[in-house]
C-alpha cells in the first residue's frame, strides 16, 4: 500500500549480507503469540552472531527468519498518527488528525534507562532488547510537521479508495518515525482503530479537542459518525 501511495517506508534491506548500516529484522516472536523477535544489527556478522543467540534462547526460528524483513532502523522518536477520514464530511477537510501518541515497550524502555556502563555488562538473555508494547502515551508535534503529517494520510487515503474500493472509512493510525532532517518514514499502518488512542478516553486529545471544541474521544468520534449517517441516511457509506 505504501509503495502503491508513494508514501516514504524505510529502505528495505533484501539481503542480510547487504546490511551496511543500523537496521532492524523484523519478524514474529517464536514463543509469545503477538509479539516481536525484532533485533537490530550494522554489520551482516553482527545480524549472524545476533541470530544465532535468539535462535539459541527460542524467541526466533530459522524459518521465521529466513522470511523476516530486514529494513533501515530511523533513529528518531516515534509519533503514532491516529486520523479519522469522514466520507460523509463535505464542507469541512474530511480529514482528522484526532490524536498523536507512542508507546511504552518493554524491554527496550528499560535499556534504555539504563546507563552505557550497565548495558554493557548484561548477560546475553537480557543484552537484546524486545519491543512489546505495555503502554500508551499522549505526544504533540511542532507545528511545521503537522501540514507533513496530513499530506501522508491524504495520499494514504487516496490509495485505499484507488485500489481497496470503497478505500479507508473512520479511523486509521500511521506509525512514522522522524529522522534528524525532520522526514517521516512510516514503518507500519494500522487500519483502524490505533492502540495508543487509549490514552484519549475521557480526555480526548488536545488536537481533536480544538478541532471539535469538546473532549472527543476515538470512540466518540466513531459515535459522531454513526448518528450522523444515521440522520443523513447515509448508513450505507460508512459500512462494508
Ligand atoms: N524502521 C524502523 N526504525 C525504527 N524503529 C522501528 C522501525 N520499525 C519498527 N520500529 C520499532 O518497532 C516497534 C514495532 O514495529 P511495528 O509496528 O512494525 O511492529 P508490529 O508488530 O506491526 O506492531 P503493532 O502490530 O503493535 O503495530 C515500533 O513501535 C518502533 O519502536
Ligand atoms: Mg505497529
Redesign the pocket.
Known sequence: MLEKADLP??ERIKNPEDIDRL??V?M?HAQKK???G?FTATSYEEYKEKAGKLLEQGVITDDLLENARI??????P?F?FDFFYSPLEEEMNPIELLGVD??F?TS?DGHVRLPAAQQLVLNDKQKIPE?T?CGHNTATVRESLLEKGFQLAERYVKATKEHYKPGIIGPF?L?T?VDKDNNF?I??V?PRI??GTNVHMSVGHPYSNTLWRTNVSTGRRVAMEIKKAIEEERLDEIVT
Not at 71 to 76: A, K
Open positions: 517506508y524505510p537496521v532492524v523484523k514474529h503477538l509479539e516481536r525484532f529494513e533501515e532502523y530511523i533513529i528518531g516515534v503514532n507512542w508507546r515497550e527496550l519491543y508494547v493510525c506509525q518515525c518514514f514503518y507500519d494500522a490505533g492502540g
